[in-house]
Nanobody
Framework: QVQLVESGGGLVQAGGSLRLSCAAS????????MGWFRQAPGKEREFAAA????????YYADSVKGRFTISRDNAKNTVYLQMNSLKPEDTAVYYC????????????????????WGQGTQVTVSS
């Protein structure tokens, strides 16, 4: 089992930045691809970014590409999402997720591939 706890959400003006963190605990000795998803009110959960367990491969949704950067520190069992140039449409609850990956550069971008989820952190971008 893996437990995930997100932090770093909050209220920010359009054009601002936030950095989300996701701390993992439990069976973190295994190799996990990590992802960030988000869910806006009245909408389905959508993929934002993912990173392989080696850190060598990343993948982004078109809506965040060039503005968001995912990274990880395996020594700290933590994954980050740096969000720049935020827009009101980025307002959502952001969820961290983990998926076991056999290969070091595997990334997943669909929710069904992820087995473990955090509780989410609210990000609100005002116009």
């Amino acid at each position: 089992q893996v437990q995930l706890v997100e932090s770093g959400g909050g209220l920010v003006q359009a054009g601002g930045s936030l950095r989300l963190s996701c701390a993992a605990s439990g069976r973190t000795s295994r190799s996990y691809t990590m992802g960030w998803f988000r869910q806006a009110p009245g909408k389905e959960r959508e993929f934002a970014a993912a990173i392989s367990w080696s850190g060598g491969n990343t993948y982004y949704a078109d809506s965040v590409k060039g503005r968001f950067t995912i990274s990880r520190d395996n020594a700290k069992n933590t994954v980050y999402l740096q969000m720049n140039s935020l827009k009101p449409e980025d307002t959502a609850v952001y969820y961290c997720a983990a998926a076991y990956a056999y290969y070091s550069d595997t990334v997943y971008y669909t929710a069904k591939d992820y087995s473990y989820w955090g509780q989410g952190t609210q990000v609100t971008v005002s116009s």
